[in-house]
């Protein structure tokens, strides 16, 4: 299982060896049973970021917000539905910038909304400021592999 994906799991966090071509057919995790991909972003913490993003081998699409604002709110229905149409060729998260706020400096946010693209644990790509939805998919195509 040399090519399998390692996946954290949506809910358990548990690390899952998935094989690409198994993506579509709906994978449950080992440990709960419960679905690899719900079709919605996934929350964000820093006790679920390693498992989730870090040590993930599938991409993560990551959307620092805030609650308190607009563009952030604005773009919340059109990343969710990015979600559920790419996924899973891109994972999607929502980072919440007030409550992980040392995530957030750790990655230098300084404008949101901001997308960062996650490969294999590293910054590949970032994207400040609210997209709509053909400008985001045109800004992931590159990365849908």
Do not use: Y
Not at 88 to 107: C, G, H, I, M, N
Not at 112 to 129: D, M, N, S, V
């Amino acid at each position: 299982m040399s090519d399998a994906l390692l996946l954290g799991c949506a809910h358990c966090h548990a690390m899952n060896r998935v094989r690409p071509e198994r993506l579509s057919a709906g994978p449950r995790c080992g440990k709960c049973q419960q679905p690899m991909f719900t079709g919605e972003p996934l929350t964000l913490t820093a006790a679920n970021f390693e498992s989730l993003v870090a040590r993930s081998s599938l991409p993560v699409v990551v959307d620092f917000w805030a609650s308190w604002c607009g563009p952030c709110k604005a773009m919340a229905p059109i990343f969710a539905e990015a979600a559920r149409e790419l996924e899973p060729r891109l994972r999607f998260a929502k980072l919440d910038t007030e409550a992980e706020q040392a995530l957030a400096s750790r990655f230098g946010i300084r404008s949101i909304p901001t997308l960062i693209l996650f490969k294999h644990g590293q910054e590949a790509a970032r994207q400040p400021g609210l997209l709509q939805g053909p400008q985001l998919r045109q800004w992931l195509a590159p990365h849908l592999g």
